[in-house]
């Protein structure tokens, strides 16, 4: 049968560490793959062909090509969504395996952490900057660079927690006001880049023309990108790659000999990327929320982030596993910005990259539990200030910045030190 292209399905599972799993066909496991929402999957299978140089008796005679070892790469475009369910008190401790894009993100960055939520502690005067949770839950729910939720008027208003001293939870940036007693406190779904990610992701890439379904082996990122385009849905790209394929009929458990199933996603609906929030701000923590919004026309963050191959003659197909390569100015992240120049001033920003002053940048997307992502840049230098317009007819100016590990908590783990984190609350 002719394959149509907008029919398909793609699902991932987590190689576990260790050079006895790496590339491993868990299609015997086919139950612990996570169905992902994705808008596009572009594989290229490789085979390498090696020439066969051995001197032939006749000039024109030629020797076949000898087969050589495998390897793909893949670019997969997803939605950047929540994962549908918000962590509230009685929410049962979540695990990241709970849905795929929480899977990917930890496959990929390496650390994740979650627990369930709590409420505003009744007759605790918490204030916009110092909210008192549940008795106890302080210290076993929330960790420095984890996040908080709070609702005001009908929103979410998400918060990267900078300081937890017993049950009382500090924000990075303080709330539009004080919560309301026994409101509830969200909690979150945070990954962060780890200093040696270990485990990796098998794929299992099917269309409804059942001999072209293709499971793909010992797979890390090498690229990702977030689009952040005002009015659309929020994407991410990655692209992936690993040194082993297989066509379904090569594995143990092929799907093949059935129609191509219905997908169950395990991950939230898409929100547009408008009546969010867009925080970029200095000083002191708790940052003020007010004058700490800001109004780009233009976002864009750049993650200088890979893996390559470790190679060895005892791996798979040359590859005893991928190792993460920092880049040679440390910097994870690059951001670019446009704002309007009544909107922020151009003057202080100029000042502040003279100045090596230290900027935190916080995108909010969506603004309802279980369906919203806070992206936390905590620390930025920033590198260049331009004018450049807002919109047509309107003036504006381009701030630049490159990341730092954050500079208001103390380090102690991977969490702590991190250049960026994702929150799913």
Same mark, same amino acid.
């Given at each position: 049968?002719?394959?149509?292209?907008?029919?398909?399905? =793609?699902? #991932?599972?987590?190689?576990?560490?260790? +050079?006895?799993?790496?590339? *491993? $066909?868990? &299609? /015997?496991?086919?139950?612990?793959?996570?169905?992902?929402?994705?808008?596009?999957?572009?594989?290229?299978?490789?085979?390498?062909?090696?020439?066969?140089?051995?001197?032939?008796?006749?000039?024109?005679?030629?020797?076949?090509?000898?087969?050589?070892?495998?390897?793909?790469?893949?670019?997969?475009?997803?939605?950047?969504?929540?994962?549908?369910?918000?962590?509230?008190?009685?929410?049962?401790?979540?695990?990241?395996?709970?849905?795929?894009?929480?899977?990917? =993100?930890? #496959?990929?960055?390496?650390?994740?952490? +979650?627990?369930?939520?709590? *409420? $505003?502690? &009744? /007759?605790?005067?918490?204030?916009?900057?110092?909210?008192?949770?549940?008795?106890?839950?302080?210290?076993?729910?929330?960790?420095?660079?984890?996040?908080?939720?709070?609702?005001?008027?009908?929103?979410?208003?998400?918060?990267?927690?900078?300081?937890?001293?017993?049950?009382?939870?500090?924000?990075?940036?303080?709330?539009?006001?004080?919560?309301?007693?026994?409101?509830?406190?969200?909690?979150?779904?945070?990954?962060?880049?780890?200093?040696?990610?270990?485990?990796?992701?098998?794929?299992?890439?099917?269309?409804?023309?059942?001999?072209?379904?293709?499971?793909?082996? /010992?797979?890390?990122?090498?690229?990702?990108?977030?689009?952040?385009?005002?009015?659309?849905?929020?994407?991410?790209?990655?692209?992936?790659?690993?040194?082993?394929?297989?066509?379904?009929?090569?594995?143990?458990?092929?799907?093949?000999?059935?129609?191509?199933?219905?997908?169950?996603?395990?991950?939230?609906?898409?929100?547009?990327?408008?009546?969010?929030?867009?925080?970029?701000?200095?000083?002191?923590?708790?940052?003020?929320?007010?004058?700490?919004?800001?109004?780009?026309?233009?976002?864009?963050?750049?993650?200088?982030?890979?893996?390559?191959?470790?190679?060895?003659?005892?791996?798979?197909?040359?590859?005893?596993?991928?190792?993460?390569?920092?880049?040679?100015?440390?910097?994870?992240?690059?951001?670019?910005?446009?704002?309007?120049?009544?909107?922020?001033?151009?003057?202080?920003?100029?000042?502040?990259?003279?100045?090596?002053?230290?900027?935190?940048?916080?995108?909010?997307?969506?603004?309802?539990?279980?369906?919203?992502?806070?992206?936390?840049?905590?620390?930025?230098?920033?590198?260049?200030?331009?004018?450049?317009?807002?919109?047509?007819?309107?003036?504006?100016?381009?701030?630049?910045?490159?990341?730092?590990?954050?500079?208001?908590?103390?380090?102690?783990?991977?969490?702590?030190?991190?250049?960026?984190?994702?929150?799913?609350?």
């Amino acid at each position: 049968m002719v394959a149509l292209k907008r029919v398909g399905r =793609l699902r #991932i599972a987590e190689e576990a560490a260790g +050079s006895t799993t790496f590339g *491993a $066909e868990l &299609s /015997g496991s086919i139950a612990s793959f996570r169905d992902l929402r994705y808008i596009s999957a572009e594989a290229q299978l490789d085979t390498s062909v090696l020439e066969d140089a051995a001197v032939v008796q006749r000039g024109f005679q030629r020797r076949l090509a000898i087969i050589g070892p495998r390897a793909w790469t893949m670019n997969v475009t997803l939605d950047l969504v929540g994962t549908g369910v918000p962590l509230e008190t009685g929410t049962a401790d979540p695990a990241y395996t709970d849905t795929a894009l929480g899977l990917l =993100l930890k #496959i990929v960055l390496g650390y994740e952490v +979650s627990f369930p939520g709590s *409420a $505003e502690a &009744s /007759g605790a005067a918490s204030t916009a900057t110092a909210v008192t949770v549940t008795t106890g839950h302080g210290v076993a729910r929330w960790l420095p660079g984890m996040a908080m939720g709070i609702v005001y008027n009908g929103r979410l208003h998400a918060r990267e927690v900078d300081l937890r001293t017993g049950d009382v939870l500090t924000p990075k940036v303080g709330f539009p006001a004080s919560p309301t007693d026994q409101t509830i406190v969200y909690n979150s779904h945070t990954y962060a880049p780890a200093t040696d990610p270990n485990t990796s992701a098998q794929f299992l890439l099917e269309t409804s023309e059942r001999d072209a379904c293709y499971w793909l082996l /010992g797979g890390q990122c090498t690229s990702m990108s977030i689009d952040l385009t005002l009015g659309q849905l929020p994407r991410v790209t990655f692209t992936f790659t690993g040194p082993d394929w297989k066509q379904d009929d090569e594995v143990g458990t092929p799907v093949g000999s059935s129609a191509i199933g219905v997908a169950t996603f395990t991950d939230g609906d898409p929100v547009p990327y408008v009546n969010n929030e867009v925080i970029f701000t200095t000083g002191s923590e708790p940052y003020t929320y007010a004058g700490s919004v800001v109004d780009p026309s233009a976002l864009s963050l750049t993650f200088n982030w890979a893996f390559q191959p470790h190679p060895s003659p005892s791996g798979l197909n040359g590859v005893l596993r991928h190792r993460l390569i920092p880049p040679d100015n440390g910097s994870i992240v690059t951001m670019s910005m446009t704002l309007p120049i009544d909107g922020a001033n151009m003057k202080t920003l100029q000042a502040a990259r003279d100045a090596r002053t230290i900027y935190a940048l916080f995108i909010q997307v969506g603004n309802i539990a279980g369906k919203t992502v806070l992206i936390s840049v905590p620390a930025l230098q920033i590198t260049n200030v331009q004018q450049a317009d807002a919109a047509p007819s309107l003036h504006g100016f381009t701030v630049e910045g490159m990341s730092l590990e954050d500079q208001d908590i103390a380090y102690s783990s991977d969490l702590t030190g991190a250049h960026f984190r994702f929150h799913r609350l």
